[in-house]
């Protein structure tokens, strides 16, 4: 979780877009063997105080790693409904600077709470935790196991312990996080922005541009990318010619690609605050993001896919306690990355 404006793409853009044609799209995985299934365990628990508990399942990560596309792969293999925890698909519009699923990336799964707020509409971490809380139960009543994915963490938070647990009152919750390093992550983002301008970034914030607004403090506007090409709109009314658009629009997009870097690093920290808090299961995804094609999709089976999937099915057949069962500090993560070797990624930080 705008104004129709029909503009010619710009030279630049549209060199962007051959550039970017030859990126591929994460897709959800393919090889999931649907018929070697076992009967699904029940999804519901009994805890400790025997009060009888859904299952759910989080997946967090930075962005860029690959969130939608594990909790499809989950739902698919547990027969699960995806609940969208990312603070700016919440809005509707500008579906590709918000980088939502397509249809194909969703492979008929379904997903709640994407497009359901106003542009304009202030959606704060309690309205979050109220909509995702109330999906949620419908999820669970329909026999289907909610699995929360998003790279807003503070509405996570807000969901898991806010209200005085109340979530975690009606739910046994297995969270996965999905972590790439950061160079490598640093690197696919950078490629992910040039896709993001192919498939139509540009016009489509261009559409959306209104010279009266000045405040992006609020509801969709706040996503990377608006600010930047907002900046960019603005100075072509003032640039030369051509040639100095296209400068123009180089510089917006590298503006785009340092502050979602700046953006990874900040959801990072914040993940490996809460691995303190909760109990985290850490899946490592690098091998899959360092190669492409067919190699990309094997890598992410065997290194991302069947570990998590193996973990969901031990946690649904309640073969390992949960964050709120359970006093043994988890396996730390890797450290964060100094910060002289960030700046060396190109981090911007």
């Known amino acids: ?63 860029g790693t690959g969130k939608t596309r594990l909790a499809v792969d989950l739902a698919l293999q547990f027969g699960g409904e995806v609940i969208n925890a990312d603070k700016l698909q919440l809005h509707r519009g500008l ?36 909509a995702a809380s109330r999906a ?14 998003g790279g807003s963490n503070s509405y996570i938070e807000e ?17 996965l996080w999905v972590d790439v390093q ?26 959306a541009f209104d010279p009266d607004r000045t405040d992006y403090s609020r509801g969709v506007w706040r996503a990377i990318g608006v600010p930047e090409l907002d900046a960019y709109l603005r100075s072509c009314a003032a640039a030369g010619g051509e040639e100095e658009r296209a400068r123009l629009l180089a510089n917006a997009i590298e503006d785009i690609k340092a502050n979602t870097r700046r953006l990874s690093c900040r959801q990072r920290a914040k993940i490996v605050r809460l691995d303190r808090l909760w109990r985290i ?48 500090a988890p396996v730390p993560p890797p450290p964060l990355l100094p910060m002289f070797a960030l700046a060396a990624a190109g981090a911007g930080v």
């Open 1 to 63: 979780m705008a104004t129709s404006l029909s503009l010619a793409p710009k030279p630049a853009a549209v060199a962007v877009a051959a550039a970017a044609a030859a990126i591929p799209r994460l897709v959800p995985s393919s090889s999931i063997d649907m018929s070697a299934l076992s009967p699904p365990p029940p999804l519901v628990s009994v805890s400790r105080s025997m009060v009888a508990k859904h299952k759910a399942v989080v997946v967090m990560g930075a962005t």
């Open 95 to 130: 579906d590709v600077a918000t980088n939502k699923a397509t249809a194909d990336e969703r492979a008929g799964v379904p997903h709640h709470l994407i497009g359901v707020a106003h542009p304009d509409e202030e959606f704060t971490a309690a309205d979050f935790r109220r």
């Open 136 to 149: 949620a139960a419908a999820v669970a009543a329909r026999g289907a196991l909610p699995i929360i994915a």
């Open 159 to 175: 969901l898991v312990d806010g209200d005085r647990r109340a979530f975690r009152d009606r739910y046994d919750c297995c969270f």
């Open 182 to 207: 950061l160079p490598v992550l640093h690197g696919f983002v950078g490629r992910r922005v040039d896709d993001m301008c192919g498939r139509g970034m540009v016009a489509e914030i261009e559409a």
């Open 281 to 328: 299961r850490r899946v490592d995804a690098t091998e899959a993001f360092r190669r492409r094609g067919g190699a990309a999709n094997e890598a992410w089976e065997r290194h991302v896919a069947a570990p998590s999937i193996d973990t969901v099915r031990s946690f649904l057949h309640g073969e390992f306690t949960t964050a709120a069962e359970t006093t043994a």
